[in-house]
């Protein structure tokens, strides 16, 4: 009897009572470990599953307790879109999110530059404010900021005191940047250096093409940053609902619509559809930067 | 005598060039951090309300907060809570997802991609979604908890579930752990496993002596981290107590936090509680200290370890 030549030699011919234990134990691990995981992902994915079926019910099917629609009420996303301010708000969110990276890049990226890649006094003292910086919540220096975006710059009600910010360095950008940017051996600044670039020219011409996996890494988080953020816009835009963004209108479709958690739902979905396209467009570039927040400096 | 002049004209210009390259922190760290800090320590001595020009009252906003105002001491018991119980269970739940993954052989990228899809939902969406699911009335959740004839809790109407709640969504958003512990579990030397099977060790013993001793800086790097994310938690409890009180915004900032019954209150809401709500700037300035405190003492611990935690020095 002929065998496939590449398998490993436990697979092949199970003539000894042994080898034919081991492949049968092999196949109930995979089937124990598989079953495992089918658990698993439903336990992940079946929260979208529901949220989605109840976005499509009809108003009265929303208030029952039924799991799947009898109607499949598409209009129910017309609705949310035809809300009065909603566009505003994707508009808003777009903005701060969007402008929000690109200053968040400009400026974080020469500091991990300098954190990487420069030898200076107090280098480790810098990096370590870095990341208490980065460690601290928004609510610890909240009161100071609003009084000054609010009280002596009359910001309130606008997204700048939460743009503006960002132009001068992220901290956590500046931490996963200056991560990978230590994985750039040192040889390749050196060369463009002998070549009599300069320390800008190197930055931009040498390290940044190389550089484009963490800069997108750090781009994506920050833009997720924005898209979520709540406790922001709570506090210098909740007085003007002009100046919502989604993350911060949303729980207002629970207000406006009380118990229809279809309505509710369909919005919760658009706040979680671009969020989880962008990933799939940018899946490699976001594990890794996960990965480098854990990973040794 | 010349080269020296050279040679210093040198160390100038490098000290000027590293400080144009880190000027944009520089002024941020400064205008930010340092400038607000001061101020919070500062405001945290005065009594100001905003209105009326800010007067020292000296320790009293500190006792007050300490021994008068009510949701200190639930907020601080919540927060324990969460680090002790969600933190644990979501680094156990997220090493167990790793391995499973590290296991899968077959779809291995449509699973990772389905496990690790709940941690980009948007916090306030992801606890709308829960919010939902998870309502007494006519959530999908006790809708089938009670065909199976399970009797089903009240979740985030019930000050006993409402933190269990609020760690079934911190578990489903684990992918983060999961991604972290994958790498670990990767790095792991194979012939390690093989010596180990060669004696007989079972598949607990290669676990316990094989695997866990070598990715414990990274458990380490997750329950430091874990603690300090609880400690911060904030937008999910907030709005999750909202929604399901059903007191919503307009732009009105007047809700009773940490519905029900302070359940869900956390160190960061009552920041915004003193400060938004009750327009008592100083006492919102000392939770924010205290809140500066522990979250700088978990992260220098942070720092201070070797091996797999984030290194600071060189």
């Known amino acids: 009897m002929t065998q496939v030549l590449d398998r490993p030699a436990e697979l092949t011919a199970p003539s000894s009572p042994a080898e034919r234990t081991a492949r049968r134990r092999a196949l109930l691990e995979w089937i124990a470990v598989h ?21 499509l019910m009809s108003d009265s099917q929303a208030l029952s307790r039924d799991l799947i629609p009898h109607t499949w009420e598409w209009g129910n996303y017309r609705k949310v879109f035809d809300t009065p301010g909603f566009l505003t708000w994707w508009r808003n969110t777009l903005l ?17 530059y300098a954190l990487a890649k420069f030898r200076f006094r107090g280098r480790s003292l810098t990096l370590m404010l870095v ?8 609510q610890v220096v909240v009161i100071p900021m609003y009084l000054f975006w609010a009280r002596q710059l009359d910001l309130s009600g606008t997204l700048w005191p939460l743009i503006v910010p960002l132009a001068f360095g992220d901290a956590f950008s500046i931490f996963l940047l200056r991560q990978f940017l230590m994985t750039i051996p040192d040889e390749y600044v050196d060369a463009a250096k002998v070549d009599g670039c300069g320390d800008l020219r190197t930055l931009l011409k040498v390290v940044l093409p190389m550089a484009r996996p963490g800069i997108a890494a750090v781009a994506l988080f920050q833009f997720f940053a924005a898209w979520n953020d709540y406790f922001g816009p709570q506090i210098y835009a909740s007085e003007n609902t002009d100046a919502w963004t989604l993350s911060y209108a949303l729980e207002s479709f629970k207000g406006a619509h009380h118990t229809d958690w279809n309505l509710t739902m369909a919005a919760t979905v658009l706040v979680m559809a671009p969020v989880i396209l962008v990933f799939f467009f940018a899946q490699k570039a976001f594990v890794e930067g996960v990965t480098l927040t854990g990973v040794k400096g | 005598m010349a080269a020296a002049h050279t040679l210093k004209a040198k160390h100038r210009r490098s000290a000027l060039r590293t400080l144009a390259f880190l000027s944009p922190w520089l002024t941020g760290f400064a205008v930010f951090f340092a400038y607000p800090m001061i101020s919070t320590v500062y405001f945290s001595f005065m009594h100001y309300d905003g209105f009326r020009p ?5 320790t ?3 006792t007050y907060v300490f021994a008068h105002y009510p949701f200190f001491w639930p907020a601080l018991r919540n927060t ?13 739940f997220g090493l167990g997802i790793g391995l499973l993954i590290t296991k899968i052989k077959t779809g291995t990228g449509i699973f990772r991609t389905l496990f690790y899809l709940p ?24 809708s089938i908890l009670e065909r ?30 999961m991604v972290v512990f994958m790498a670990a579990l990767l790095d792991v030397p194979k012939e390690q496993y093989e010596a180990a099977e060669l004696d007989g060790a079972s598949a607990w013993q290669r676990f316990r002596y094989v695997t866990l001793p070598a990715i414990s800086p990274i458990i380490m790097f997750a329950v430091v981290t874990g603690v300090i994310a609880a400690m911060q938690c904030y937008t999910q409890p907030l709005v999750a107590g909202k929604v399901a009180s059903g007191v919503i915004q307009g732009a009105g900032t007047m809700f009773e936090p940490g519905y029900p019954e302070h359940s869900t209150l956390t160190l960061p809401q009552l920041v915004y509680n003193l400060g938004f709500q009750r327009f008592d700037y100083g006492s919102a300035c000392v939770v924010a200290l205290v809140l500066f405190a522990l979250s700088m003492a978990f992260t220098a611990l942070l720092m201070r370890r070797r091996g797999g935690l984030i290194q600071a020095g060189d």
């Open chain 1, 35 to 55: 079953s495992l995981g089918v658990a698993a992902a439903l336990f992940f994915t079946l929260p979208f599953v529901f949220v989605f079926l109840t976005s």
């Open chain 1, 96 to 112: 701060y999110a969007g402008l929000g990276t690109v200053l968040t890049v400009v400026s974080s990226v020469p500091v991990a």
């Open chain 1, 131 to 138: 990341i208490s910086m980065m460690m601290l919540p928004p």
């Open chain 2, 54 to 58: 800010p007067a020292w009252s000296g």
């Open chain 2, 60 to 62: 009293r906003n500190w």
């Open chain 2, 80 to 92: 324990l809570w969460l680090v002790v119980i969600m933190v644990t269970l979501r680094v156990l």
């Open chain 2, 119 to 142: 941690y980009l939902a948007p916090p306030v969406a992801a606890t709308m979604a829960f919010a939902f699911l998870l309502n007494p009335g006519t959530g999908p959740v006790n």
């Open chain 2, 148 to 177: 199976a004839g399970v009797p089903a809790p009240g979740w985030f109407d019930d000050p006993d579930w409402s933190k269990p709640a609020l760690t079934l969504m911190f578990l489903w958003g684990v992918g983060d752990l």
